[in-house]
C-alpha cells in the first residue's frame, strides 16, 4: 500500500467526519471504523500509523457506553484518546484536537507521511480490488451517476474485461444521458457494457398510475428486477460492484451503532443471487470521488453533474405518466440545462430541473385558443439537500429558457418559476 493511515474509531462522536477530513487535510489518508473493530479487522488494514478514539460526550454510542478494547493499546501503534464535548454541549465546543496536537500525533508519534493523493489512493485500491477479485467477475448495475460512473472506471482499471456492467434505460432518463453512458464506457474505455432498453416495460407498468410512492415502487422494484434477469443471464459472476461512497454509510452525526451496514444497500436482489461486495468508494466524500473520476480520466460533465434521482424523469413527470409530457419535461430539461451552462449557472447552482404537472391550462397559439401543459422551473441551492433555497436566477436568462421553452417544447404554453424553499417544499415535487 501507498498510503499511511489514521484509523478513527468511532466512539460516539458527532465529529468522525470533521476529524477524518481534518487528517485528509494534512495529506494523511483516514479511515473510519466502529468502535468494536475486531483486532483481526483492524490487523487487515495496512500501514495503520496511528489510532485515535474519537469519543463524545461520556462515550456513549446510541444510548449505551462504550469501552476501549484493551488489547487496542497494544496494536504497536500510537494511540490517542480525543474525547471532547459534543457541539450540543455548549459549555465548550472546542470539539476536536486542535490542528498542533493533530499534526504532533500524525506526524510527530506516528510518523505518518504526508501521501495521501488520489493517484496513490487510486494504485491502492486497484490493488485491493485484485486481491479481492482474484480472476472472478464483477456485475455492476452503471446508471451513469457520479458514483456509479467512478466505480465502474475504477474497476475497469483494476480488472479490465472481468468487469460487466449493465445500464438500464428506464426510459426515465435525461436526454442523451444513455447514449453518453454508451459512448464513454463502451466505445471510448471498452467495457463490457449490457445496455438493456426497458422503456416499454416501465412505462406499462407506470400506465396510470397517480400516486407519487406508488410510482418510486414501482421504478425502484422494476429497476432491480431487470437487474436480476440480467444477472440471471451471466455465468460465473461472484461480486458486485457498488458505488457507495462514505456519506451513503454513515449520516455525519450518526452513532456507530445505527451505521448502515453496506450490504444493506444491495437493494433487494434475491436471497439465491448472491454477491459478494466491491465496494473501492465507500471511505470517500463525495468531492472526493469527483476528484477520484478526474485522476481516471472520466469526462468532467460526467464527474460533475448534478444529483438526478433514481426515479429519474419519472417524478418530475407529475401524476399518472403520459409520453406527451414526459417528453416534454426531457426536451425541456434539456434547454434550461443548455441555457445554465452558456450562463455559467451550471457551476454554481446545486441543482435545476424541471418538472411538468398533469393538467392542461388556456393559452393562446396562432391567435387561437389552446389548451396545454405548463413546465416549471426549479433552481435550488443546498448544503447537504436536507434544507434548500431557491436561487435567483437572472430575468433575462429565464426569459430566454422561458422563449425557447414555448417555442421549441409541443404541448406547452405556459412557464412558471417555483419560488419555495424548503422546507416547506421539498427539492423534487414527488
Ligand atoms: P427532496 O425532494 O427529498 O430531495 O427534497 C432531496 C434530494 O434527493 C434527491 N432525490 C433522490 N435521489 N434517489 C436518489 O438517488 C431518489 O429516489 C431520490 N429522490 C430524491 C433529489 O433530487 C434531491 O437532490
Same mark, same amino acid.
Given at each position: ?29 483516514? !479511515? ?13 488494514? !495496512? ?19 462504550? *469501552? ?26 472546542d470539539a476536536l484536537p486542535d490542528e498542533e ?21 487510486? *494504485?491502492d485500491q486497484v490493488e485491493l480490488i485484485r ?45 442523451h444521458e444513455s447514449e453518453d453512458v454508451v ?29 407519487? *410512492? ?23 459472476? *461472484? ?48 468531492? !472526493? ?142
Amino acid at each position: 500500500m501507498r498510503q499511511d493511515m489514521i484509523v478513527i474509531l468511532d466512539m460516539g462522536s458527532t465529529e468522525n467526519t470533521v476529524l477524518a477530513r481534518a487528517i485528509r487535510d494534512l495529506g494523511v489518508y483516514s !479511515e473510519i471504523h466502529p468502535h468494536d473493530i475486531t483486532m483481526e479487522e483492524l490487523a487487515r488494514l !495496512e500501514n495503520v500509523k496511528g489510532i485515535i478514539l474519537n469519543g463524545g460526550e461520556n462515550r456513549i454510542v446510541d444510548g449505551q457506553p462504550v *469501552e476501549v478494547r484493551p488489547e487496542l493499546y497494544h496494536c504497536g501503534c500510537p494511540v490517542m484518546a480525543a474525547d471532547h464535548p459534543t457541539a450540543k454541549c455548549e459549555q465548550k465546543l472546542d470539539a476536536l484536537p486542535d490542528e498542533e496536537t493533530l499534526k504532533e500525533f500524525v506526524f510527530g508519534k506516528c510518523k505518518a507521511e504526508a501521501n495521501w493523493n488520489m493517484k496513490n489512493f487510486i *494504485e491502492d485500491q486497484v490493488e485491493l480490488i485484485r486481491r479481492q477479485v482474484g480472476d472472478k467477475k464483477v456485475l455492476l448495475a452503471l446508471s451513469g451517476g457520479v458514483d456509479s460512473s467512478v466505480v465502474a472506471a475504477m474497476l475497469l482499471k483494476a480488472i479490465g474485461n472481468q468487469l460487466t456492467c449493465v445500464h438500464v434505460n428506464h426510459g426515465l432518463m435525461r436526454k442523451h444521458e444513455s447514449e453518453d453512458v454508451v459512448e464513454v464506457f463502451k466505445n471510448q474505455l471498452h467495457a463490457n457494457l449490457i445496455y438493456v432498453d426497458a422503456t416499454e416495460r416501465f412505462l406499462g407498468k407506470l400506465d396510470g398510475v397517480a400516486d407519487p *410512492e406508488q410510482k418510486r415502487k414501482i421504478i425502484g422494484g422494476e429497476f432491480i428486477r431487470v437487474f436480476e434477469e440480467e444477472a440471471r443471464k451471466l455465468d460465473g459472476i *461472484e461480486f458486485l460492484g457498488q458505488g457507495t461512497i462514505y456519506p451513503d454509510i454513515i449520516e455525519s452525526g450518526t452513532k456507530t451503532a445505527k451505521m448502515v451496514k453496506s450490504h444493506h444497500n444491495v437493494g433487494g436482489l434475491p436471497e439465491d443471487l448472491q454477491f459478494e461486495l466491491v465496494e473501492p468508494l465507500k471511505q470517500l466524500f463525495k468531492d !472526493e470521488v469527483r476528484a477520484c473520476g478526474i485522476e481516471l480520466g472520466l469526462p468532467a460533465d460526467m464527474v460533475y453533474r448534478q444529483p438526478f434521482p433514481g426515479p429519474g424523469l419519472g417524478v418530475r413527470c407529475l401524476g399518472a405518466i403520459t409520453r406527451d409530457r414526459l417528453e416534454a419535461v426531457r426536451e425541456s430539461d434539456a434547454i434550461l440545462r443548455e441555457e445554465f451552462a452558456a450562463a455559467g449557472l451550471d457551476e454554481k447552482v446545486w441543482q435545476y430541473f424541471t418538472v411538468v404537472p398533469d393538467f392542461k391550462s388556456v393559452g393562446m397559439k396562432n391567435h387561437e385558443r389552446s389548451f396545454d401543459y405548463m413546465v416549471i422551473i426549479r433552481a435550488i441551492n443546498t448544503i447537504d439537500a436536507m434544507t434548500a433555497t431557491v436561487e435567483k436566477v437572472d430575468w433575462d436568462v429565464l426569459e430566454k429558457i422561458t422563449d425557447r421553452i414555448l417555442a421549441e417544447v409541443g404541448n406547452v404554453n405556459r412557464v412558471c418559476y417555483d419560488m419555495s424553499p424548503k422546507p416547506p417544499a421539498t427539492i423534487e415535487f414527488e
